[in-house]
Each structure stands twice: as C-alpha cells, then as structure tokens.
C-alpha cells in the first residue's frame, strides 16, 4: 500500500524524471536543487528503491534503437499459467511479463541484440511450452516520453 | 548509430540504473572500461541522438498506488494510424503509444497505448475520453488491464555477445 510520502521523496519522484545531472557528482547537484545534502538524496533513492517505489535512476531506451525488442503474447491454460509465467521469466531476454484478462493472458516484452536472437527465444518458449506465441515487434512508436506527471492525493 | 563494444558494454551496464554513489558514472565507467568523462559523454551523446528516451527517475507506477494498469488496443484505419498515434501522445495519461503489426485473424489491432491510473473507472473514463476525442466511435478497440506482475524491470538489451543459454 502506497503510505504518506515526504516532501523530499514527492519531489525526488516527480522532479527527476527526466534530464537528470549529467556531470560527476549528480546526486549532489539534485541535493542542491532540493535544499538538501547528497548523502541524504543518496539514502532516500536508496530507501524508495528497496520498497520498490523507483525501479532505477537511468535510462529509458527507445525501443528498437538499441537491440531488438517485441511484445509478445500467448493464451495460456488458466491452470497452466504459473508455470508458463515462471518458464518464461527465466530467460534473462524477458524483462515485462504481465497477466492480462483477455484470452491472450499472457503479455511479454522479449529484447536482445539482434532479431535473430528475438525470434530464438519465442521459438524456444513455444517449443517448451507447445503453445504458440504471437510475436508484435514495434513499427512505430509514437509517444515522446517526458515521465509520468504523479497526482498525489 | 553505431556503437563500439564499450559503449554497447556500458548501455548494457546502464540497465541496472546509476549506482547509488556520489560519482556514479567514475563507478559505471570502472565496470566497462570507460573514463568518468567518456561516460557521460556517451550518454549525452545517445540522448541526443534519441536512442536514450529519456534520463531520470524512473517509477514504478503499480508501487505508488497505479494499480489499473490497462493496454488499450485499437483497430485504426492504415491512412489514419500516424495521425491518431500523435494525437494519443498528447494525453498526458497515455505512458505509451506504438503502432505494431496486425495478426489476422487473431489480432487485428495495429494501435497500442498504455494508460496507468488509480482507478479502474478513471481508467475507462479516460480511454472514452481518447475515443471521443479523436473521432474513433465506431472503431474496434479492447482494454486489457493486467492482473499480475511476472517481472518488470528496465531493457537489459543483452548486447554483450551471445552467452551460452
């Protein structure tokens, strides 16, 4: 359950989304920006990313700019579906693995240095799972990202 | 853009996110061979060129009470995929937006685009609103919320050469 947020870990998420420091101590440059000092900045980042709420302070890649990606999808036996899922994480290629409500229920993004390997990993999962594998790789993507505006209630 | 193996060596290192470290690019530089300068350099530099989306934080939605997290996909007129796609864009609930392949007969939607919100119903709302918005009534769409999470973290694109599986 989200619980009350700080000032400080409100506007590290909302504000820092995007254009981060680029330059040798950018921990203390956000500090500044933040009336702070940057051990402090250091162990909040810390802090929001062992609970989860960061997943990394980084970068968001095009897809298809660098490696190869697709989205792929499968309809699996409701019954079988821990097991596919589990399959399917194992391979270190995978990194978004969803359930969804629909007959196709199961939602992944496989990327890799090239297509070939791409198209590798989805054969070998429908071999392994004797279930085929819808494989929807990027035409065109359309959104610029500037991060996500959070409302906070 | 081409990419030497130890630019390719630290996209691949940039996965994991910066260290928590006062110098950060100095420790992610260390990793593959790369100057504290070099580092950030080549980091400007694919951000420029737009092959790094974007530099920063980045959230976990579902942790911070995103819960209906919903790919919406619709079946747009080939003539009119561009145009819609920009215009989703625009929203300022739409995360994502690609156009991707049809499947017929299986999958006969080309739009895709994610909307992340904290309620089902806005969620629905919201994707209307796109709907309305853009003219798009009589046009086949369907909204797939997710249930579970199996995995989520950011592209490790792997470009490492090949390991053994």
Known sequence: ?153 | MELTAKEKALVTALGGGLPLVSDPYAELGRRVGLSEGETIAVIARLREAGLIKRFGVVVRHHELGYRSNAMVVWDIPDARVEEIGRRFSAFDFVTLCYQRPRRPPEWPYNLFCMVHGRERDVVLGQVEELAETCGLAGVKREVLFSTRRFKQRGAVYCLAPETAA
Not at chain 1, 20 to 25: A, I, K, Q, V
Not at chain 1, 97 to 122: K, M, S
């Open chain 1, 1 to 153: 359950m989200a619980r009350a947020r700080t000032e400080l870990e409100r506007r590290l998420l909302d504000e820092f989304q995007r254009d981060f420091p680029l330059e040798p101590r950018p921990f203390a440059a956000v500090a500044e920006r933040l009336g702070v000092d940057e051990a402090t900045v250091i162990a909040t980042l810390g802090r929001l990313k062992d609970e989860g709420s960061v997943s990394r302070v980084g970068a968001v890649f095009r897809p298809g700019g660098v490696g190869e990606s697709t989205l792929a999808a499968m309809a699996v036996p409701v019954e079988d579906l821990p097991y596919v899922a589990q399959l399917v994480n194992e391979y270190e290629e995978v990194n978004h693995n969803y359930e969804r409500e629909h007959r196709l229920n199961l939602w992944f993004v496989v990327c890799g240095p090239d297509r070939a390997r791409v198209e590798a990993v989805l054969r070998d999962i429908s071999t392994r799972t004797g279930l085929a594998v819808l494989d929807l790789p990027m035409v065109q993507d359309y959104h610029l990202d500037l991060g996500f505006p959070l409302r906070w209630n």
